[in-house]
């Protein structure tokens, strides 16, 4: 069995950065794209960032210019840096992972808040 962790969530200061892990652990599994998406209160989830195999990334609009996403070698962890961060970032961030069998595999969620 396939498990998704995030890490790196916290509190943070306006104009501050956070920078994400997500990982597997379990049975090995080949993963073809790596995703990051967010849902804050009352809102629906809504992509971030994501990358495939071959290192294509897509952004939404919001975190274009401040938010990269980027992975390691092997494909197993993905890394979501976060600079100029601003209060309407402050979410929840999953992690979701598409794998063999084009399974989606989400990770529980880490928070993310921006105060003063």
């Known amino acids: 069995q396939v498990q998704v962790l995030e890490s790196g969530g916290g509190s943070v200061q306006p104009g501050g950065s956070l920078r994400l892990s997500c990982t597997t652990s379990?049975?090995?599994?080949?993963?073809?794209?790596m995703g990051w998406y967010r849902q804050a209160p009352g809102k629906e989830r809504e992509l971030v960032a994501a990358i495939t195999g071959g290192g294509i990334t897509r952004y939404g609009d919001s975190v274009k210019g401040r938010f990269a996403i980027s992975r390691d070698k092997a494909m197993k962890t993905s890394f979501l840096s976060m600079n100029n961060l601003e209060s309407e970032d402050t979410a929840v961030y999953y992690c979701?992972?598409?794998?063999?069998?084009?399974?989606?595999?989400w990770g529980p969620g880490t928070q993310v808040t921006v105060s003063p």
């Open positions: 979701k992972m598409v794998v063999q069998g084009y399974r989606d595999l």
């Open positions: 379990g049975s090995p599994v080949t993963i073809y794209t």
